[in-house]
């Protein structure tokens, strides 16, 4: 075979081979797994965006208040001795006339007939004791009316004092009465002093009711006062007053009244 002829053998062979590439790459079906075919992924759902919640800040709370009594006050040194000396838990204040013989102590039990009959030994006794209403607070000493009470006794002792403001120049001469309570001194300034029966309810220890009833009581006190000292009263003020028999065993009273000095 000539040269010529060769060659013209390996064109035609590469020229069918091209072709038959050709044809085979047309013809191929790809066959994909299975396990590769997806579902269509669904529509993604657009959220609406949501605001930050605003976060609740607790106002600090304060801790709970604590109720705490006051204190109880301290007795008088000469309430605590008065009771040490008689040994007398109901001794409650000391009363004193400067210029008079009236100084003594005051007890107080649960009504007003035990300390006209014993002493403060709890003995017995026609002088009795000087005691404070049993519906008065001396501890508290918040009462429109303190009331105290003394025998008028013949020897001078008690309250037999008091029939001497009959006398006008005493009367100005003793001006202010001293009561020591369980807590407190105080100072009473005297307004009025009258007798009178057991007709005229003096023995009023409070007018929670009626403050105009009350200042109507005062005006009464100092309308019926021997002697006039000009004080101004109000329904404000705070009383005290002494009370003893004009005679005994008569329904005769002698009254002396005092206004608390504030």
């Known amino acids: 075979m000539s040269k010529t002829i060769k060659v ?55 801790p709970p208040t604590e109720v705490v009594d006051p204190p109880t006050p301290q007795l008088l040194p000469r309430i605590v001795a008065l009771r040490e000396t008689y040994e007398n838990p109901d001794i409650v204040g000391f ?9 003594y102590p005051v007890a107080q039990t649960g009504n007003n007939v035990f300390y006209l009959y014993h002493d403060l030994h709890w003995s017995p006794s026609n002088a009795g004791s000087i005691f404070l209403d049993y519906e008065n607070d001396l501890y508290r000493l918040a009462d429109d009316n303190t009331i105290i009470y003394g025998h008028n006794m013949r020897n001078g002792s008690m309250f037999h004092n008091i029939r001497f403001f009959h006398d006008e120049d005493f ?16 100072v009473w300034d005297i307004f009025a002093f009258f007798p009178t029966t057991i007709a005229f309810d003096y023995l009023i220890t409070n007018f929670h009711q009626s403050r105009d009833a009350y200042y109507d009581f005062l005006m009464e006190l ?13 329904a404000q003020d705070q009383i005290l007053i002494l009370s003893t028999c004009a005679a005994i065993g008569g329904d005769n009273r002698y009254v002396l009244v005092a206004r608390l000095r504030v």
């Open 171 to 186: 009367f100005r001469a003793h001006t202010y009465i001293l009561l020591d309570t369980p807590y407190r001194e105080t």
């Open 95 to 103: 009363i004193e006339i400067p210029g008079t013989a009236i100084a």
């Open 8 to 62: 013209v053998c390996v064109v035609l062979f590469l020229i069918a081979a091209v072709v038959l590439v050709v044809q085979y790459r047309n013809s191929r079906v790809v066959v994909v797994p299975e396990a590769a075919v997806r579902e269509p992924r669904p529509p993604i759902e657009v959220l609406p965006i949501m605001e930050e919640p605003t976060p609740v800040v607790e106002e600090p709370t304060a």
């Open 222 to 234: 100092q309308r019926r006062s021997r002697f006039e000292t000009g004080m101004t009263l109000s």
